[in-house]
């Protein structure tokens, strides 16, 4: 397959760094299309960790070719940053190629995000005052600024000057205040064009390319389905579009280039923010399973709440993603569990409710409708790679019945199962 992309299927950090990493080995260009530096993905490499916020998970390995989209929305500063962290770590990069259509994270953008999270009162997503959304905002109303902008000095002026007045007029509105002078920004910003200069290019015209010549090219999902502007749990998703669909306008690709649509799933449920969470688990379990599974939020660092799977979630994004086939995650967190629950649907004022709901009012009254499986045994290193010698047949009996259960609800095959963080913990099913 000379294409593939890899999402999150539900409130993100399902491990997508880790399969992007993993799949980038035969590939020659690893793409992000969406999000900006909100996602946090990890990747460990023997005794390394490495935590990605905006560049592609293809970055670590030397002969993959890194591409930022024109969906994503790129704070220089941080971009910066994260490439000399990775110099400083003895990373040897592959080449970093950045779109000229991508939009720019100024600082006003995250002042916005904070003021504005604080007016939500309880509307706020609990964001992670990036400047995510009002960067988003800036593009969807015209008024953002391009890749393109800020390596042109005199584009960078013009429209900053336009734009300025209104964000200062704006952020004071909210009770807060820009104390950057227009030429400070103006002159920081021309510095940053200066520096990103020679990464940037119309990276759909090389995107395209690689896929005529039929060079293996991986796409990138940060976040996951359900914080989709669209079909997440609005208002308390993110700003841009995280589906199958989103891949075609943030990387500038045909829907038809697209060969594999792989899902992550996490063999559980996490959530880093607000809003309702029908199988939350606030016992002893879910401790287990926060603690077993490290659960902290790789960008903020903050507790992500857990939960039992909910296949009314991921169902969702099978449909509107496409879902080829299946990435499980991080199923040896529930080792040593007496039982494992899965929710196959919701109540809803005592009706069946098999698909998950627009509104937030419903969704919170949705009461979780669990199918329950036997546990498995805790698991040595050992016993994990006696099992990925055998594949599907190595499984303990109980964790094997869980995977088919899934995959019979979902109707999608589960190709890999992921015991671990590292580059190796994976049993290939099929
Ligand atoms: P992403 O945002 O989807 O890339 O996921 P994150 O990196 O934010 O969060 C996933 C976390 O789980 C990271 O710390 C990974 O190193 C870790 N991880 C990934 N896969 C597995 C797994 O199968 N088992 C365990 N125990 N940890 C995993
Ligand atoms: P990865 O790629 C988990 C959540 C935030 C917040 C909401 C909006 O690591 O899976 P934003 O800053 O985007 O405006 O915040 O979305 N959020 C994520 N949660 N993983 C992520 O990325 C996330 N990116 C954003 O917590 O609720
Ligand atoms: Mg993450």
Redesign the pocket.
């Known amino acids: 397959m000379p294409s593939k992309l890899i999402m999150?299927t539900q409130w993100?950090?399902?491990?997508?760094?880790?399969?992007?990493d993993l799949m980038a080995e035969d590939c020659e260009l690893v793409v992000r299309f969406q999000g900006g530096n909100n996602?946090?993905?990890?990747?460990?490499i023997g005794e390394m960790?490495y935590?990605l916020h905006i560049l592609p998970?293809g970055i670590l390995r030397k002969n993959v070719i890194s591409v930022i989209g024109n969906g994503l929305v790129i704070d220089p500063e941080k971009l910066f940053q994260e490439l000399v962290n990775l110099d400083e770590l003895g990373v040897q990069k592959g080449e970093l190629k950045i779109s000229d259509r991508a939009h720019v994270i100024m600082p006003y953008h995250k002042i916005i995000d904070s003021l504005e999270e604080e007016k939500k009162g309880s509307l706020a997503a609990g964001t992670t005052k990036r400047g995510i959304g009002p960067c988003y905002s800036d593009k969807i109303s015209r008024f953002g600024l391009r890749i393109c902008d800020l390596i042109d000095p005199e584009e960078l002026e013009h429209k900053l000057k336009v734009a300025y007045p209104v964000k200062k007029a704006y952020i004071e509105a909210l009770g807060g205040t820009l104390d950057l002078s227009f030429e400070d920004l103006l002159a920081t910003y021309t510095e940053h064009g200066k520096k990103i200069a020679p990464f940037v290019c119309d990276t759909s015209v090389l995107i395209n390319e690689a896929l005529a010549q039929g060079k293996n090219v991986l796409f990138e999902g940060?976040q996951?389905i359900h914080l989709d502007i669209d079909h997440g749990i609005y208002p308390y998703n993110t700003s841009s579009a995280t589906i199958t669909g989103g891949c075609c306008t943030g990387a500038g690709v045909p829907p038809k280039s697209i060969n594999k649509v792989i899902g992550?799933v996490k063999a559980y449920t996490s959530r880093v923010g607000t809003g309702p969470f029908p199988t939350e688990l606030f016992d002893d379990v879910g401790e287990r399973i926060g603690s077993?599974?490290?659960e902290f939020?790789?960008?903020t660092g903050r507790q992500r709440r857990v939960g039992w799977l909910d296949l009314v979630m991921v169902r969702y994004s099978s449909r509107i993603c496409g879902l080829d086939s299946i990435v499980l995650?991080?199923?040896?967190?529930l080792s040593g569990l007496e039982e494992i629950k899965v929710c196959t649907h919701y109540l809803f004022e005592g009706e069946e409710m098999h698909d998950f709901p627009a509104s937030m009012k419903k969704l919170e009254k949705c009461e979780p409708v669990y199918h329950t499986l036997p546990g498995w045994p805790e698991m040595s290193p050992e016993d994990w790679a006696e099992c990925r010698k055998n594949g599907r047949n190595g499984l303990p009996k109980n964790l094997a019945a869980y995977v088919t259960f899934i995959e019979a609800n979902l109707g999608v095959p589960i190709e890999i199962l992921?015991?671990?963080?590292g580059r190796d913990?994976n049993i290939h099913l099929c």
């Open positions: 999150g993100g950090d399902e491990g997508k760094g880790k399969i992007t996602a946090g993905h990890t990747i460990v960790t935590k998970s940060a996951g992550t077993v599974g490290k939020g790789t960008t995650t991080k199923a040896d967190v992921s015991h671990g963080p913990e």
